[in-house]
């Protein structure tokens, strides 16, 4: 039995190499200079193929293990024409591919499957201008079809004269060597489209893809996420109407139709030498642990001290309550679509706003710093898809100090990022970096001694966990200040989220409060203590940055007389829509309904803090609104940087 599968798995494997090295001949002039890796995208290739080999071979085992000896004849002709449709489809997608990237520089993905929803149209293009193509795929198909009829010898005679016992005794073990070659990791999670990207250079990436497993999963996707279904659910309005409500509320005004919140936003601060940007990104750094806006004292001594020195959000809210959706809000300026976040989504894996887009015509160098492992929730994929010149992730850090079930300390993140913006200083290379920490998360592994631990709480708690986040917030700004890059950067220091949201309101948005804190040498110190959400926070950096941006990021910085006292906040399929202290929530397959919020009495209030009250219909609508836009600005692909020919 494991001959006859590995034969198939080898066959399967030859075909993916042949496609992955005709497409490595033909771009090889994009990358050959690049000073990457390129010759290991055959090693990760093959984990892609893996992947998709180990599960096509599922059924076939099945079938082989567990099927009665007196079916064996259905069985070995199933099996002859189940190889012979997947070694065609294989065939296919890999001819396919050519013409697909040509066209679109990336390998079949979404495109590939929602143009089928038009096959008048795309089939008219097809034979239209891929006729030689289409014929030597066809070709191919048909030679492989003749011979595998004619020669291939599928006998499974063998394998049924095998005791039924024995064969379902070696059912488990190869199941197991099938399970972990499909899910290719021996880690917290499988592997993934994101481990496909272990370069800088796109192309590379897209060779070492799979186009097989990346069509896949854009039908999983788009079929988990879709948005028709899933909008039904909510409620009905025309999508100029929501547009128009949604620019209304956010005071974003714009016509442009191919990028819905693009507009052009003068700096208040303007300069010849614009500065650096750093966004360290905490991991569930709720508000309530953070004396500085209101929470409890002694669990973060550095980031109170710190925000007397620069910029002090105090009334800031969460886009969501994973870390997707902060890492969206403070990297692209977005709020939270419906659905799963677009760092998962396949339409915003490239063509994505982030600030990777917008500050590339600048000369910024740009980077994501992660201490543990970049593929997680798809990261380093929409990362480097949407602009990001570099990844440092856990791999990239030699001899850690500490290294968790997460990856490294917090503290050997601080310390990298200070060595990578000395280097770029040096260089007089302008910069900009997310930071995004781990240390601050289950099961709360960090090294211990290097805080004092709070009195009769345990080490691997989360509020311990919350200080050594902090004291490695202390470090970065102490290590940044006794550099010459310090004055010209400007620091941003927020949460993506707060820790388990809990509470009895329907939504408890309490527990999306979050602090952030903006630091620089020429930054005033002040309290904003007005509503705000993460894109605010990262409008109001770029704004302090020093330049004239193009953009849509869908917040305005402080500095900006069309900031709005609002914030959305999504929690699973609802949404809460926060204008001052009214509070409209709506949600998949439930009534709109209206509330008045009244801010906790302190962190440890865990009382109810939403009231119902009379319906505000255009609050509501206006949330729905929201939904809508949001959605559609997905779909539609409406998030866009500048034209660069603009």
């Known amino acids: 039995m494991f001959k006859y599968l590995i034969k198939y798995y080898l066959y399967m494997i030859t075909l993916f190499f042949i496609g ?61 024409y189940y190889f012979l449709v997947v070694f065609s489809i294989i065939i296919y997608i890999e001819n396919a591919t050519l013409p697909f990237i040509a066209q679109y520089d990336v390998r079949p993905n979404y495109l590939f499957v929602e143009y089928l929803v038009y096959p008048q149209e795309v089939f008219a293009m097809i034979f239209a201008d891929y006729k030689l193509e289409l014929l030597v ?11 595998y009829l004619k020669y291939a010898k599928n006998s499974t005679s063998k394998i049924f004269e095998t005791s039924y016992l024995k064969r379902i005794a070696l059912f488990l073990p190869i199941f197991l060597l099938l399970f972990i070659g499909a899910r290719s990791s021996f880690g917290h999670r499988p592997a993934n489209a994101s481990d496909a990207m272990y370069t800088t250079n796109r192309m590379v990436n897209e060779i070492t893809k799979n186009s097989i497993y990346s069509i896949l999963y854009a039908v999983y996707s788009n079929s988990a996420h879709g948005s028709e279904k899933m909008m039904a659910k909510y409620g009905k309005m025309d999508t100029k109407e929501a547009i128009k409500r949604v620019k209304k509320r956010l005071n974003i005004k714009t016509t442009d139709d191919d990028s819905l919140f693009l507009r052009v936003q003068e700096s208040h601060f303007k300069t010849t030498k614009p500065k650096n940007l750093v966004i360290f990104i905490q991991e569930s750094f709720g508000y309530q642990f953070v004396e500085a806006v209101g929470g409890e004292k002694g669990i973060t001594p550095n980031f109170n001290n710190l925000s007397k020195e620069g910029i002090l959000f105090t009334d800031l809210y969460s886009n969501g309550t994973r870390s997707i959706r902060g890492l969206a809000g403070m990297s692209a300026g977005n709020l939270a679509i419906p659905g ?93 970096t997310v930071m995004f920490s781990q240390s601050n998360h289950s099961p709360f592994e960090y090294p211990y001694e290097k805080i004092e631990l709070l009195d009769g709480v345990a080490p691997n708690s989360v ?9 490695a917030i202390g470090r970065l700004i102490e290590m940044a200040k006794k550099e010459p890059y310090y004055k010209d950067t400007i620091f941003v220091i927020v949460a993506d989220h707060n820790v388990r949201v809990y509470g009895n309101d329907l939504i408890p948005v309490d527990m999306f409060h979050i ?70 929530i709506i949600g998949t397959d439930q009534k709109a309904s209206t509330f008045i919020y009244e801010d906790p009495a302190n962190y440890m209030d865990t009382n109810n803090h939403l009231t119902p009250t009379q319906s505000d219909e255009e609050l509501e609508k206006d949330a729905l609104a929201f ?16 034209d660069k020919n603009n």
């Open 515 to 584: 602090p952030a804190l903006i630091l620089g040498a020429d930054v005033k110190p002040q309290i904003y203590d007005k509503i705000s959400t993460q894109p605010d926070v990262l409008a109001t950096a770029l704004d302090l940055i020093g330049l004239d941006f193009t953009y849509p990021i869908m917040g305005h910085s402080i500095f900006s007389d069309e900031k709005q006292n609002i914030s959305l906040m999504q929690f699973h399929t609802s949404y809460a829509l926060r204008v001052d202290d009214k509070v409209a």
């Open 340 to 432: 799963d976040g677009v760092l998962k989504r396949s339409k915003s894996q490239s063509g994505f706003f982030t600030i990777a887009s917008l500050l590339k015509p600048f000369d910024y160098h740009t980077t994501f710093m992660y201490g543990g492992e970049s593929r997680f929730d798809n990261m380093r994929s929409w990362y480097l898809g949407n602009g990001f010149d570099e990844i440092i992730d856990q791999p990239c850090f030699v001899n850690p100090t500490f290294t968790a079930p997460w990856g490294v300390c917090d503290e050997d993140l601080a310390v990298r990022a200070n060595e990578e913006f000395k280097k770029m200083h040096e260089k007089n290379q302008k910069f900009a």
């Open 137 to 147: 795929a066809f070709g191919m198909i048909g030679a492989f079809i003749y011979l």
């Open 20 to 80: 992955r090295a005709v497409l490595f001949v033909l771009y090889f002039d994009n990358f050959k200079d690049s000073g990457v890796d390129y010759w290991l995208t055959f090693i990760y290739g093959l984990r892609m193929d893996t992947i998709v080999a180990s599960t096509l071979l599922l059924i076939p085992l099945i079938l082989l293990s567990l099927t009665p000896a007196k079916l064996k004849e259905s069985v070995e002709k199933f099996l002859k």
């Open 463 to 471: 509020k311990n966990a919350i200080k050594y986040a902090d004291f």
């Open 627 to 642: 939904v809508v836009a949001l959605s559609y600005m997905y779909e539609k692909k409406l998030y866009k940087p500048k």
